[in-house]
């Protein structure tokens, strides 16, 4: 079991580039979780998807941000354009099914610097 | 909306020696899950220990037991015999059951085990 694979592990750009995390789950989830991690606002829920369909995007901070799973086996988190204040850790978690014997098992995550 | 609350940003013990870390949450549900994840500074995100609201009994895992106190919203982590490897962020979460598994996280202590 090769676990979550992010990439890339880290990323610089500068403000207005686009960006593109990607994410592969476990083989076998249906669930996936983009979370972001900063200092001020520690471990935030971006979006997840369940059977490749967004549920809930709420998290998502605006416009700038969107999230595509186009297949069980690969998800994107995109920003466009970037500013300094996304530059965080993005995280992908993905689980098996909805129920809690099902723990999010995470990615070692995409550190994001935009300068 | 639940809410989880970590009130010791930082903490550190000697080797071998217990420690006993905090986290109280706030929820309207019955039916949930809690659940410490440990971040090393490798960033890895890191399952230590899951609760299920319904089971009286305090879930245990080899050196990491939970004191979970359901009334007072409270369930606490501890470590016996703490390793230099125990070192990390510690963060505890909530999941609300039958809700997509979607993980609700506190701020984080910060351990530091001192030989």
């Known amino acids: 079991d090769a676990g979550v694979i992010q990439s890339p592990r880290h990323e610089v750009t500068e403000m207005g580039q686009e960006v593109t995390l990607r994410c592969k789950p476990i083989?076998?989830?249906?669930?996936l979780f983009w979370y972001r991690q900063t200092m001020m606002r520690g471990l935030e829920l971006l979006i997840y998807f369940n059977n490749n369909v967004p549920i809930d995007d709420s998290g998502m901070p605006e416009d700038r941000f969107s999230a595509k799973m186009p297949n069980a086996s690969f998800s994107t988190l995109k920003i466009q354009p970037s500013e300094p204040r996304d530059s965080a850790v993005y995280f992908c978690?993905?689980?098996?099914?909805?129920?809690?014997?099902?723990?999010?098992?995470f990615g070692n995550g995409t550190r994001l610097t935009v300068t | 909306a639940q809410t989880v609350t970590q009130s010791q940003p930082e903490m550190s013990v000697q080797e071998a020696e217990t420690v006993t870390l905090s986290c109280t949450y706030d929820?309207?549900?019955?039916?949930?899950?809690l659940f410490w994840y440990k971040q090393p500074p490798s960033r890895q995100m890191i399952l230590v220990i899951r609760q299920e609201a319904y089971k009286q009994q305090n879930a245990t895992e080899n050196r990491f037991s939970v004191n979970f106190q359901k009334a007072a919203k409270s369930f606490s982590l501890k470590i016996s015999d703490s390793q230099l490897g125990d070192t990390a962020m510690y963060f505890c979460?909530?999941?609300?059951?039958?809700?997509?598994?979607?993980?609700?996280f506190g701020g984080g202590t910060r351990l530091m085990v001192k030989p």
């Open positions: 978690a993905s689980s098996l099914g909805t129920g809690s014997n099902s723990p999010l098992h």
């Open positions: 083989s076998g989830h249906n669930s």
């Open positions: 929820t309207s549900e019955s039916n949930y899950y």
């Open positions: 979460a909530f999941m609300k059951r039958n809700a997509g598994n979607m993980l609700t």
